[in-house]
């Protein structure tokens, strides 16, 4: 039977068992989200031994020769040393800017790193608060542009991670775990092609970025934006999407909830073959979206998504 050691604590596990579960179930706290490989909550460091990893190219291979594994993909098949993810120590510092409510259930919550971060428009990271508590958030803001770091917190529902956001203040310290993403982003290539951007709730936090991204390259096709609300209070956008059609004239908005959205979707139509789309939100709106697309004709590798994951 292989031996898992975390720290002084040495645990039996079966040969097989999940690295995650394995963990949970020995009393170690682990933060996770998704179970997909994603959201890069999990991370552990492989310090003896390597587990069995199913899912190797989720980690770019610099964290992988450093030891990290992901331990929602990995299985244990001999003995295993490893340490969690420790934010204290393998994060990035940050400070609360400011955080304001867009709407009744959306936080904007504005970040100062203390070390200086590249991304790229669409991506996100892992929010750690100062108890531990880890969740991965796409960022809204446009790098090189923004002197911060903007995420916009869905609360509409009770979890670990927005209940506590509830009760942050400006000056409060976070730290930044691993930055990821890469599917929904913009490329100069694309600047002639129309660009439709579907993005369901705070969905629509990546793909305002690589809105703006867009449009400050100089994007000279026409443009599409779709929102999906549960209600009219859920375009929390509404405003600053507003005064950027009367900015760029090649620029559309629409703001449907879910009783407005299949008559919607059914008037669909290619305006070019050459048409790209943009993906964001839960996996069934994005599944409703990317099915609607396809019959209108559009190949699906001119899609591109990103699934905001429930918590497993």
Not at 48 to 62: I, N, S, T, V
Not at 74 to 94: H, M, S, T, Y
Not at 162 to 187: C, M, Q, T, W
Not at 203 to 229: D, K, M
Request: include cysteine.
């Amino acid at each position: 039977m292989p031996e898992l050691r975390v720290g002084e604590q040495r645990l039996t596990v079966a040969p097989a068992s999940n690295l995650l579960d394995a963990l949970l179930q020995g009393g170690v706290a682990v933060p996770y989200s998704c179970r997909s490989g994603s959201c890069h909550a999990c991370l552990v460091r492989c310090l003896r031994g390597e587990p069995l990893d199913g899912k190797p190219e989720a980690l770019d291979p610099q964290r992988r020769q450093q030891g990290w594994r992901l331990a929602c993909q990995c299985r244990i098949v001999d003995d295993l040393q490893v340490e969690v993810f420790d934010p204290l120590r393998d994060g990035r510092p940050a400070r609360i800017a400011a955080c304001d409510w867009l709407g009744p259930d959306v936080l904007r919550l504005r970040l100062i790193p203390q070390q200086p971060l590249r991304y790229r428009a669409g991506q996100h990271l892992v929010l750690w608060t100062d108890t531990g508590i880890a969740r991965p958030y796409s960022l809204a803001s446009l790098p090189d542009e923004d002197p911060w770091l903007e995420f916009h917190l869905d609360c509409r529902h009770s979890g670990a991670f927005s209940d506590a956001a509830r009760a942050f203040k400006p000056g409060d310290a976070l730290r930044l775990g691993e930055l990821r993403g890469g599917a929904l982003h913009y490329d100069a290539d694309w600047q002639m092609r129309p660009l439709w951007l579907l993005a369901a709730g705070t969905g629509l936090a990546p793909l305002y970025g690589v809105l703006r991204e867009a449009l400050r390259q100089g994007h000279q096709g026409s443009i599409r934006v779709i929102h999906l609300a549960h209600e009219r209070s859920g375009h929390y956008l509404a405003e600053p999407l507003a005064q950027l059609v009367t900015e760029h004239p090649q620029l559309q908005v629409e703001l449907l909830d879910a009783a407005e959205l299949p008559a919607a979707l059914a008037e669909l139509r290619l305006v070019s073959r050459q048409t790209l789309a943009l993906l964001c939100g839960h996996p069934d709106s994005v599944e409703t979206f990317t099915r609607r697309l396809y019959l209108a004709g559009m190949p699906r590798n001119q899609m591109f998504a990103d699934l905001f994951l429930p918590h497993a």
